[in-house]
């Protein structure tokens, strides 16, 4: 519904003033877009590529798909195979041949169509026209011209060979210390990863079971000998953890209820309130489900956090009709009744105050109040559940356990109740007395208001001498913690790599590492703090994450808070060594945000706004406690503008985007065409561009040579001139103003 409300309210204004403007991808993104489960692939044969690695990861990938419940299985990392066409422009030039004949002789040597069928002997035979491109040797014996009267093939004019196309990330496997394998290995290998999303709805601790069994089944199978594969995330396994944790707390949190009651007034009695619990909690637990919600962690939360409140009102009628009972001036018929009147109108009014108290976390906006969502509604509708069981259940179960104990409807039979209220009378009596008496009690009663007020105050004083963490949520024990490397805009990727590597020599010294990801140039796959935050629109080759896996927390000391502590103080001087903005992110025990604490920088001068932001993130870095501090303030880039002549192109008969095509296609690559294979699971690219050698310099873009309208060739230098700029600041908005934002974390020991 809100993407929907989304489009209309977005499309209904779209009036772009540049005809050459496209239309904006919204595209929906949710916490069932977070993969549950990650398998990372990797080799210890250097002569395992990346693009075996990716041809595996493609074949496993079709295998995953068919498990239930599984929705999106994205692949992280690899270069695909490419035939790469690297042409000379001083060879071009002297064969007469520019980059536009060599991409039309591509695009039309590749096709091939059904040009019907032939007749004969009472046999239809089928006739195709033309045939694709099927191996390398077929690409460079292409004909691209005729110079003096003689074929010019590919070959002649560029280099033509198949291998892995240039690497736009990285992705490398490490193990740590706490690795199951019997011996360190210290070395690192490429690798790539298999992320997998569930569908929503489903079950993730059932759905990423099934995918893990099925990789594990693959295993010698799919995966040829040399190629390992490692489990790096179970998020169905964590899930089952904390709602197992939570199941157990709830149980606990009921036996202690009936613990209580058998202690104060009797066996019987506390089977009452016990039956009364279990069935609150299963029509809230249906309630739950008829108004949408799952079972996770989260409701759970939520029923254990009621679970003192669900019990009071039942115990309440329990002790009332007990009370009755002991006085004995009524049969059980009668005092039933009369007891829960004489509690219901109070009973009432104290569970409405009660979600009236709840009810309103309901309506908060923002990532927290979907977040919070299951507590005040599970709460307050078993609120309103445990008075109905209350009034009708708890009576009528009451009736039952109790009509055999009474003679006669009267006589109060042999109880354990009894007993057990004669036994605690001289403990109460001994405690009470004192404060009771108008007199004699008054000092008493003063000496308890001053206890109560100074326990007050101590309690209050550990927040102030910091004896105790004031937090809205408590740090959970994680298994997992993100690095997160930004590097100067401009950083070429194998710049990041070599940080990376730098900091993952740190990462091998912490004892509690099973096993981390680098991902160089592209995100770790995501988690529910990198789905708000936007991670997976890190693609530069400026940025870097490590994914850093835990052993479990049953088998460590240390919390994984103080184990990113810890890696903290090793990482951040290994970043500054670099020039590199290095982060370590945990993750968040409640919703997520941009940042714990953000700066906002607004003003009508945009360069005067990025000043004082670069001020304001100097007082940040000075404040104790303050860590991971950044901005959105990008670091000044070169960019180079070959402007075009437009008059002087217009007099050789070139026109600007015949000129800003062949630059594109020399520096970027174009694919021109592709080759195809029986054994590619996608179609291999034929990219046309300069050699890697050639890309240091504009001298061989300058070389470069059009063909005009009369035919001749036309040096791109004779046309263009070459500016040095810098790159744009990307500019961030907020409510339609210019904003620029400073973030921080603070750092809790």
Do not use: C
Not at 127 to 153: C, I, N, R, T, Y
Not at 172 to 187: L, M, R
Request: proline letters at 5%.
């Amino acid at each position: 519904d809100a993407i929907v409300r989304l489009y209309n309210a977005f499309y209904s204004k779209w009036t772009p003033a540049n005809p050459a403007i496209g239309k904006p991808l919204i595209k929906p993104k949710g916490i069932d877009d977070v993969p549950i489960v990650t398998g990372t692939l990797w080799s210890k044969n250097p002569a395992t590529t990346t693009a075996d690695l990716l041809s595996v990861a493609r074949s496993i990938q079709t295998e995953l798909q068919r498990v239930p419940g599984t929705r999106e299985i994205s692949i992280i990392g690899g270069s695909d195979n490419a035939v790469k066409v690297l042409f000379d422009p001083q060879r071009l030039s002297a064969y007469n041949l520019t980059l536009d004949d060599l991409r039309a002789a591509l695009g039309a040597a590749n096709s091939s169509s059904a040009a019907g069928a032939l007749v004969s002997d009472n046999r239809e035979m089928l006739v195709q026209a033309g045939s694709f491109l099927m191996k390398p040797e077929d690409v460079a014996d292409l004909v691209v011209g005729v110079h003096q009267g003689a074929p010019v093939f590919l070959r002649d004019v560029a280099e033509v060979s198949l291998g892995s196309d240039t690497p736009k990330q990285y992705v490398t496997y490490g193990t740590g210390i706490a690795s199951a394998s019997t011996a360190k290995d210290t070395a690192r290998y490429q690798a790539i990863t298999l992320a997998v999303a569930k569908k929503p709805g489903e079950n993730a601790v059932d759905v990423a079971a099934n995918v893990i069994d099925r990789f594990e089944q693959m295993r010698g199978v799919q995966f040829p000998d040399g190629i390992e594969a490692t489990i790096t995330r179970n998020y169905g396994a964590t899930a089952e953890d904390k709602a197992q944790t939570l199941i157990k707390k709830l149980i606990f949190a009921t036996l202690s209820v009936i613990v209580l009651v058998i202690l104060a007034l009797g066996k019987r009695e506390s089977l009452v309130v016990g039956a009364a619990v279990i069935v609150t909690l299963a029509i809230t637990l249906f309630a739950s489900w008829a108004w949408g919600f799952t079972l996770n962690r989260v409701s759970l939360f939520a029923l254990i956090f009621s679970i003192g409140i669900l019990v009071d009102d039942a115990i309440v009628v329990v002790e009332n009709i007990h009370r009755h009972m002991t006085i004995g001036k009524l049969p059980l018929n009668e005092a039933i009744p009369v007891a829960v009147d004489e509690v219901g109108g109070p009973t009432i009014l104290a569970t409405f105050t009660v979600i009236a108290a709840l009810l309103p976390m309901a309506f908060v906006s923002g990532l927290m109040g979907p977040y919070m969502l299951p507590i005040p509604i599970n709460a307050s509708t078993g609120m309103l559940i445990s008075l109905a069981v209350a009034f009708i259940f708890t009576p009528w179960l009451y009736r039952k356990l109790f009509a055999s104990l009474y003679k006669d409807g009267v006589q109060h039979a042999h109880s354990d109740s009894a007993e057990t209220g004669n036994r605690f009378t001289p403990f109460f009596t001994k405690i009470m007395t004192p404060f009771l008496g108008k007199e004699s009690g008054k000092k008493a009663r003063l000496w308890l208001l001053a206890g109560i007020i100074g326990l007050i105050l101590m309690s209050v004083g550990l927040g102030v001498v910091k004896a105790v963490m004031l937090k809205m949520l408590p740090f959970d024990n994680k298994s997992e913690f993100q690095i997160m490397v930004d590097m100067p805009e401009g950083t070429p990727l194998e710049t990041t790599q070599q940080v990376l590597q730098a900091l993952a020599d740190q990462v091998d010294t912490i004892p509690e590492v099973t096993d981390y990801q680098l991902y160089a140039g592209t995100s770790a796959p995501i988690n529910f703090n990198g789905l708000v935050r936007q991670y997976y629109l890190r693609s530069e080759p400026h940025m870097g994450d490590i994914q850093v896996n835990l052993v479990d927390k049953h088998d460590r000391q240390r919390k994984s808070h103080e184990i990113a502590v810890a890696a903290r103080e090793l990482l951040i001087p290994i970043g500054k060594g670099f020039n590199a903005n290095v982060k370590v992110v945990e993750v968040p025990p409640g919703p997520p945000v941009l940042s714990p604490l953000v700066a906002e920088v607004y003003g009508l001068d945009y360069q005067r706004q990025i000043a004082v932001a670069k001020t304001v993130r100097s007082a940040f870095e000075a404040t104790q406690d303050v860590v991971d501090v950044d901005d959105t303030i990008e670091a000044s880039q070169t960019k180079w503008l070959i402007a075009v002549d437009r008059a002087r192109a217009a007099r050789f008969g070139v026109d600007q985007t015949t000129i800003s095509n062949a630059i594109s296609t020399a520096l970027q690559g174009e694919d021109a065409s592709f080759m195809h294979s029986d054994h590619a699971k996608v179609a291999i690219p034929v990219r046309l561009e300069l050699p890697a050698g050639e890309k240091s310099s504009l001298d061989a873009v300058r070389d470069l040579k059009v063909r005009s309208r009369d035919g001749s060739l036309i040096a791109v230098s004779e046309v263009t001139q070459i500016i040095k700029s810098e790159r744009d600041q990307t500019i961030y908005h907020k409510d339609l103003l210019p904003v620029v934002y400073i973030t921080r974390s603070e750092e809790r020991r």
